[in-house]
Nanobody, 124 residues
């Protein structure tokens, strides 16, 4: 069992930056693939980025490539999402998720545990 708690969301102007954190409970954090998803009002929840257990493999959605960076610190049981050059279309609730499966999955059905979400709002 893993519990995930996101933090770091907020209101920022376009072009600004935010850093999201996701703190995980449990001793087996390092064995999980971790992902960040987001859901805008009226839209489906989509993957933003995912990272393998040791950070050796990373996936980014095309919409965030070159602007967002996912990382993890297994000693701190934490995964991060650094978001730079934010755009109004990045506005969404951002969720952290953990998967027990091997591989960098883009579907939310592959993830077993979810945080409560943190709101990110980018003003134009």
């Amino acid at each position: 069992q893993v519990q995930l708690v996101e933090s770091g969301g907020g209101l920022v102007q376009a072009g600004g930056s935010l850093r999201l954190s996701c703190a995980a409970s449990g001793r087996t954090f390092s064995s999980y693939v971790m992902g960040w998803f987001r859901q805008a009002p009226g839209k489906e929840r989509d993957v933003v980025a995912s990272i393998s257990w040791n950070g050796g493999r990373i996936y980014y959605a095309d919409s965030v490539k070159g602007r967002f960076t996912i990382s993890r610190d297994n000693a701190k049981n934490t995964v991060y999402l650094q978001m730079n050059r934010l755009k109004p279309e990045d506005t969404a609730v951002y969720y952290c998720a953990a998967s027990q499966r091997a591989g960098l999955f883009t579907s939310d059905t592959a993830y077993d545990y979810w945080g409560q979400g943190t709101q990110v709002t980018v003003s134009s």
